[in-house]
């Protein structure tokens, strides 16, 4: 593995891994939006030259400056949020992805430099050029959006299941790895969902359509919603290769991870539901609010399916390979027999708070043990989780965290950490009571 | 030149280039949105004419320029992981922070282009185009910091007990200066490549054509002398010192350009564009350099990540995808040459005019 160590991030009143999901999941949905938003795109520049459909060309294009507006500026944005973000929150991990597959998101980079380039020459000169010209931009833009998210599907798809990259290191065998292909098929059907529901939204709210222009806008887009109904062929697929504890995390073994699984599947339900009920009845199914809040839905069950995709994978960032911890499998017994001194050498922030040696050692091996998924007394805090435990018990249930909770990894410091944690936790419970 | 660097491999020379490239393209909303601000409290046809012109291509580059910055932060990973994520953890909140200002600009952007925005009274106008141009400054001066922070290996523990930011974001500041006074002269050169392509289209006439790169190029010779002088006395307390007449060749070849340019004789324009590119690049690669020293002599390096990642698959992936993206762009902007469009769409012409309606 050889992965250096970085110095751990640690906040005493969230968890950092909250800032990570924020980003990332505004992020997911605007790419997403991005993504679809370009198929919808060229489906309605198809559609209105076959039947000479002028409402559609003008819709077009209002459209797409909305798109602009709203995924090439805050879409690129979070997109640099989410490396900074995760630079500092687990900047091993992402040391591990990027030695791995630097040249696949490389690949990805080139295609989202193009996706610039079609995006600008078809907002700027989308109204000025022939159909030909213009479908053929709108064309390279979803083509180059999607190739994107094919290129980043393989590197998030890998951290659940590495495949056979875990026996021969090889990065193709990694990229196209077991949960790669339901995810990519996932992810595209949610996108177009995702800018049929946005080109609804915009569509009520230019206000020179009247009742049938949206009716007829609407029941356009609303055809890029039928994929959904191939979501659960997708989702049964993606269940199929997940590891066996992830898939027991979400048929009731963990109760949030199982309910989040289940909003996200009944949102999208709910949604296709729409859909379909649009398309018979030659209508949209609600007026502007309605929609606010189907769009509102649809970022929920975004958030859920990230959620459950992080929530899985726990104890590990990247299966069988690397812990939420940064802390790496193959680590773990060395660790063990040589304590947290012989990985982190980084001094404490605030050594005075901390009366005794044994109490700043503790801290130190919270920070590099625990802080990622426990603050010390407010979010999922150990005070309060370990309130009713007397020192034997913090000792010996510590010591096999592991099989304490499945979704813990395993306590990786020698015997002399052990003790200096509970005293850290026993020093922390003085101080809350 | 490869004597500059003792060990140029295929990542360092990506990371420089794309680096580079998000530098030159940041250089004109950096630089535009000084001048905007100059453009506001001086008044003339001529600087009308500019002020429209940097405006309606503010958030391109904006885009541009963040679209070209991701790549540099991908080999940068892969070459110094260290420095980078180290100087993360230290600065903690700060540097994702810079999402916040970088949002502002970005919409400040949009906002500076639109009809609308143009006929506002100057009273007005400027407070908005100072607060861009604050947002994006602020931005380069996390980043200034960040690559300080990360360079003194042998104060990171130190600086991760007491990080003492004022002191750094004071430190930053004349730093920042001389990159203001540089992206000036980036987006004056990119204006002047506009500016062709304003007359070709018919939106400026030869002789507000000439007025306007007249004021341009009057304003870059000031900088670029100023820039030259300062460097000369910066030089002194420069780390490494290789191969100093290349910067000072570049940036004569840039002046003179700028010059000759002003006097219509020749091919000024071109001769400005590549000394002001072959003065960046020696400042990237000196700052490397530099970079190596520091880490080598803090016990920061990290040689072994690269190490790893060369033995990695995937360049064909990378090559292919290059090629072929590559020929789409070209496409594309043969394409838009072609077209005698009007002006780009005004972002109000669909929103704002709706509810006017």
């Known amino acids: ?433 | 030149m490869i004597s500059l660097l003792p060990e140029l491999d295929l990542y360092l020379a990506l990371y420089l280039i794309t680096l580079m490239a998000h530098l030159a393209l940041m250089s004109f909303p950096l630089g535009g949105s000084v001048l905007l601000c100059l453009f506001e409290i001086f008044r003339g046809e001529e600087i009308t004419n500019l002020r429209n012109l940097i405006s309606r291509h503010l958030a391109l580059s904006v885009g541009l320029a963040i679209t070209a910055g991701v790549a540099p932060l991908l080999f940068l990973e892969v070459v110094h992981p260290k420095a980078f994520s180290n100087a993360g953890a230290i600065l903690g909140g700060w540097r994702p922070a810079l999402l916040i200002p970088l949002t502002i600009a970005f919409y400040l952007a949009y906002l500076q282009k639109t009809e609308s925005f143009r006929r506002w009274p100057g009273i007005l106008r400027l407070p908005i185009r100072l607060i861009g141009l604050a947002a994006l400054a602020a931005v380069g001066t996390v980043w200034i910091i960040s690559r300080r922070v990360g360079e003194h290996a042998e104060l990171w523990h130190d600086r991760y007990v007491n990080l003492q930011m004022e002191q750094l974001i004071w430190e930053a500041f004349p730093l920042m200066g001389l990159v203001l006074a540089a992206a000036t002269i980036g987006c004056t050169i990119g204006c002047l490549w506009l500016i062709g392509g304003e007359q070709r289209r018919g939106r400026l006439s030869p002789g507000e054509r000439f007025l306007a790169e007249e004021t341009l190029l009057r304003l870059a010779i000031f900088v670029a002398v100023g820039l030259a002088v300062v460097c000369e006395i910066l030089r002194k307390d420069r780390p490494v010192d290789i191969d100093w007449w290349i910067l000072r060749s570049a940036l004569f070849v840039m002046i003179a350009g700028f010059g000759v340019r002003l006097h219509r004789i020749g091919p000024g324009r071109a001769f400005a564009t590549l000394g002001a590119g072959v003065a960046l690049f020696i400042v990237l690669v000196m700052r490397e350099i530099a970079r190596r020293e520091f880490l080598v002599e803090g016990g920061g390096l990290d040689m072994q990540t690269l190490e790893v990642a060369k033995t990695r698959e995937g360049f064909s992936a990378f090559v292919g995808s290059f090629i072929f993206c590559a020929t789409g762009i070209v496409l594309v902007l043969k394409l838009v040459r072609r077209t005698q469009s009007p002006l780009p769409p005004d972002d109000d012409d669909v929103v704002v005019e709706e509810k006017r309606a």
Not at chain 1, 31 to 43: D, M, N, R, S, Y
Not at chain 1, 117 to 131: D, M, W
Not at chain 1, 295 to 310: D, I, K, P, S, Y
């Open chain 1, 1 to 433: 593995m050889d992965l250096p160590h970085f110095p751990v991030f640690a906040s005493d009143a969230f968890l950092p891994g909250l800032l990570i999901a924020a980003v990332a999941i505004t992020h997911v949905f605007l790419a997403q939006f991005a993504v679809g938003g370009g198929i919808l795109v060229t489906f309605f520049e198809w559609r209105a030259e076959k039947k000479g459909h002028t409402l559609l060309r003008d819709f077009l294009h209002r459209f797409f400056t909305t798109l602009v507006l709203v995924s090439f500026v805050l879409g690129a944005v979070t997109g640099v949020g989410i490396w900074l973000v995760t630079a500092l929150v687990s900047p091993r991990p992402l040391l591990l992805l990027v030695r791995e597959f630097h040249w696949i998101w490389g690949a990805e980079w080139c295609f989202f430099c193009l996706e610039v380039a079609c995006g600008y020459a078809y907002y700027v000169h989308g109204r000025t050029l022939g159909f030909q010209k213009r479908f053929w931009l709108a064309a390279g833009y979803s083509f180059s959006a999607w190739m994107s998210l094919f290129w980043v599907n393989g590197i998030l798809s890998f951290q659940l299941t590495p495949g056979g990259w875990l026996e021969t290191g090889s990065v193709w065998a990694g990229f196209f790895n077991p949960s790669f292909w339901p995810t990519l098929f996932g992810r595209t059907f949610a996108s177009m969902a995702l800018a049929a529901i946005g080109a609804t939204m915009v569509a009520q709210l230019i206000r020179s359509y009247d009742e049938s222009d949206t009716r007829e806008i609407v029941r356009n887009a609303a055809t890029l919603l039928l994929p959904l109904a191939l979501m659960p062929v997708a989702a049964v697929w993606f269940l199929a290769v997940v590891p066996e504890e992830s898939r027991r995390y979400v048929t009731g073994a963990n109760v949030p991870m199982t309910m989040f699984f289940a909003l996200a599947a009944l949102f999208s339900v709910l949604i296709a539901g729409t859909a379909i009920f649009t398309l018979l009845k030659r209508r949209p199914l609600f007026h502007l609010p309605g929609t606010v809040l189907l769009a509102a839905l649809a970022f929920c069950a975004t958030g859920a399916t990230e959620f459950v995709r992080e929530g899985i994978r726990k104890p590990y960032v990247v299966h069988g390979v690397l812990y939420s911890n940064g802390i790496a499998v193959e680590e773990v017994r060395r660790l063990r027999r040589r304590g947290i001194d012989s990985l982190d050498p980084w001094p404490l922030r605030d050594p005075e708070k901390y009366p005794t040696r044994t109490v700043r050692n503790g801290r130190r091996v919270y920070r590099e043990l625990c802080s990622s998924c426990h603050t010390p007394a407010k979010m999922n805090g150990l005070v309060h989780l370990t309130a009713a435990w007397d020192r034997q018990m913090l000792e010996s249930n510590i010591k096999k965290l592991h099989l304490l909770k499945t979704f813990m990894p395993p306590f990786a410091g020698d015997d002399e950490d052990l003790e200096d944690i509970v005293a850290y936790l026993i020093w922390l419970r003085k101080g809350t009571e």
